[in-house]
DNA sequence: GGCACCGGGCTCTGCCATAGGT
DNA sequence: ACCTATGGCAGAGCCCGGTGCC
């Protein structure tokens, strides 16, 4: 069968070899590769469905696996067009892994190029994620989530180069394991990119007068995992926005950016101007001295995490609780907990005519459990 | 026992643009 | 001409509990 195949393969090289084919650079398929009769389209009129046409038997594979082709044409057409392809082999291996044949089919139209994989690349690339996790099904379940990240990469050195990289900075294995699992994508960046975003972390500590820039580039990495898929460009952005905007020191700056303001380094621009400047309008508006405001956003960073309409409705839902601005300036950690949250516990605490103004507003930041135990406790009281 | 402070856990893909290779 | 590999972008919070102080 193998001979034949090999046959096969040398005389349809013949065949193809009078066209411009770069659809035989196949220089990672190492396994024996499918080989197909693709017919010619008959309409030989159209110049491009006759040089490139799709090849119809790989078509019919990825159908009876299930694979949505309309849009894996739609994500990669090129994979539907080449010659050689390893469907069947990714299949079978994502399958010994544990993955349903709806996974791989998942995974297959959403990333078409996971097909071009051969057996001994992934072979080897699923034991580099394998040195980070315990089993194959959680390795399964991100591949499921996240196919890209995966198989966009055909550099398997560079793999083993990332994750040399990342541990050297001093990152645990613990999380490395929380990146792989949460910020997959770092590690099918080039081992380039993430150097340049930690030279470029260092260099922040260096100009903010900080003495230990190592130790500040992993702090942030440690407590942000996906500053590492984010442009140099978009960090840099919300560095310099952070320390205008908030009149901060180069030391408060350092301060905050390894502390609470990690977490907020890699959102958008745009978007981190916006909310900033939505928290800012509403707080003025209701009262609020721009120090307060400024003093409550180097306090807690976290708040720019809030996007504009879930912070007015948010707010909205305190004031309207009996909550004031002043309130909320001090306890902050109350717009921590989401709008749903603090709707049912305000009902909740009206119901026991619980006192904001005398008992202040910390319970409505608690977490679930302790709020319910606090609760628990006033009853009693309220009724006797 | 109660509170404040703090840090950690979960989580984040799917698309587009383009340089560079054949 | 066409494809692959890679960079970059938009999108948008909430919850939990340890610890130490009073």
């Known amino acids: 069968m193998a001979s034949v195949c090999k046959a096969l393969i040398g005389l349809h090289r013949c065949f193809i070899l009078q066209q411009p ?43 009876l696996m299930g694979v949505d082709v309309k849009m894996a044409r739609k994500r990669q057409p090129g994979v539907l067009r080449r010659l050689f392809t390893n469907e069947e082999a990714v299949a079978l291996f994502l399958k010994r892994k544990g993955a349903s044949s709806q996974t791989v089919a998942s995974i297959i139209s959403r990333y078409p190029r996971a097909i071009t994989r051969s057996l001994e690349h992934l072979e080897q690339r699923w034991q580099l994620w394998r040195n980070i996790f315990q089993n194959d099904l959680a390795i399964v379940a991100i591949l499921d989530r996240s196919p890209e990240s995966f198989f966009r990469s055909s550099d398997n050195r ?42 470029f972390l260092e260099d922040v500590c ?6 230990d820039p190592e130790r500040f580039a992993k702090t942030i990495i440690s407590r942000n995992l996906y500053i590492l898929i984010r442009s140099t460009k978009r960090v840099k952005a919300n560095v310099d926005f ?17 502390g609470s303001g990690a977490k907020i380094l890699d959102l958008s621009n745009e978007y981190i101007k916006k909310n900033m400047a939505s928290l800012q309008g509403r ?11 400024r003093k409550l956003i180097t306090a ?17 839902c305190l004031l309207k609780g009996g909550i004031t601005a002043k309130q909320i300036l001090e306890k902050p950690k109350v717009l921590d907990t989401s709008t749903q949250s603090v709707n049912a516990r305000l009902e909740e605490l009206q119901q026991i005519g619980y006192d904001f103004e005398s008992n202040g507003i910390g319970i409505l930041g608690l ?9 628990e406790k006033l009853l009693p009281s309220k009724n006797k």
């Not at 707080?283 to 405001?293: A, I, K, R």
């Open 367 to 375: 977490s679930q459990k302790r709020f319910a135990a606090k609760k």
């Open 283 to 293: 707080l003025l508006m209701l009262g609020c001295g721009e120090e307060d405001v």
């Open 21 to 63: 084919f770069k659809c035989l650079t196949v220089k990672s398929i190492t396994t024996r590769p499918l080989w197909r009769s693709y017919s010619v389209a008959s309409d030989d009129d159209d110049p491009k469905t006759t040089l490139n046409p799709e090849n119809e038997s790989l078509l019919e594979n990825l159908n």
């Open 206 to 211: 260096y100009e903010l007068g900080g003495t």
């Open 158 to 199: 560079n793999l083993e180069k990332n994750i040399d990289f990342l541990s050297s900075l001093g990152l645990s294995n613990k999380d490395l394991h929380r990146m792989f699992a949460t910020a997959p994508r770092t590690f099918s960046n080039s081992l380039e990119l993430n150097r340049q975003m930690v030279d």
């Open 242 to 258: 952070l320390k205008v905007s908030l009149k901060l020191s180069d030391a408060e700056l350092l301060e905050l950016l390894q």
């Open 300 to 316: 807690s960073p976290m708040v720019l995490y809030i996007g504009a309409t879930t912070l007015r409705t948010k707010l909205d």
